[in-house]
């Protein structure tokens, strides 16, 4: 009972250093987390890059499944953008880390638009690992490419997952608060995705109550294209 009393206030001690900025490098889920259910979906995207490869200076967009069903329209909603998808759907931030070295800074990218953080919590990270997590991303992308934009999107509400919406906001606040300090895009799509009751939209969800139609990504759309920067 003892042992337990002590990691529980230790947990406590941590979220509270972390919410109150005195952290400065919050706990992350790196050492343990396991990437390796993605290594087929990165080479494929490692062998497409030899014969058709992103031009330098793109805007990369990556992450989670929200990424990677926005792909087949990234290009129409943001024309002449040379957008370049490189989501693997079902992902969580500690993987987008990991992969960075192959599918985003060897590109040199303007920018990085990354959403992540969604699964994280749903697969019962906390939101100061999930925040954790994110910041070690953020390092490792500036200090690769300190004159690349980044961006991040918000976790999103979703029917399936409102189990989680306290979470996601935890987690929401947290990150809008590192991007703010940092000169960090920061795309708060969650209010614009519930309606006047605080529930999420009913008609801009797929029929799993988890992903985004045409109507969803509209508001996607219309939230990320002030972020990006033209094509010099």
Not at 66 to 95: N, S
Not at 215 to 229: N, Q
Request: proline share 9%.
């Amino acid at each position: 009972m003892k042992k337990l009393q002590v990691i529980s206030l230790f947990a406590s001690t941590i979220s509270w250093l972390i919410v109150t900025g005195c952290a400065s490098t919050p706990p992350n889920s790196l050492a343990t987390h396991d990437s390796s259910r993605w290594q087929g979906e990165i080479a494929a995207y490692e062998r497409s890059d030899k014969t058709s490869p992103p031009p330098r200076g793109c805007i990369v967009f990556t992450g989670a499944s929200y990424i990677k069903k926005w792909a087949p329209r990234l290009a129409t909603d943001f024309p002449d953008m040379q957008v370049v998808d490189r989501g693997f759907g079902g992902c969580e931030l500690a993987d987008v880390y990991y992969y960075a070295n192959r599918i985003i800074i060897p590109y040199a990218p303007r920018e990085v638009v990354v959403y992540a953080g969604g699964n994280d919590v749903f697969f019962g990270l906390r939101p100061e690992i999930v925040y954790g997590d994110f910041v070690a991303l953020m390092e490792k992308l500036h200090k690769a490419l300190p004159r690349t934009k980044l961006v991040f999107i918000s976790c999103p509400p979703s029917p399936s997952r409102l189990a989680d919406t306290g979470k996601f906001k935890k987690v929401n606040d947290l990150i809008d608060s590192y991007c703010q300090r940092h000169d960090i895009g920061f795309v708060n799509t969650f209010p614009l995705m519930l309606g006047p009751d605080g529930k999420p939209l009913p008609g801009i969800y797929a029929k799993d109550g988890l992903h985004m139609n045409a109507a969803g990504y509209d508001i996607w759309r219309d939230a990320v294209k002030p972020f990006l920067i033209p094509k010099q």
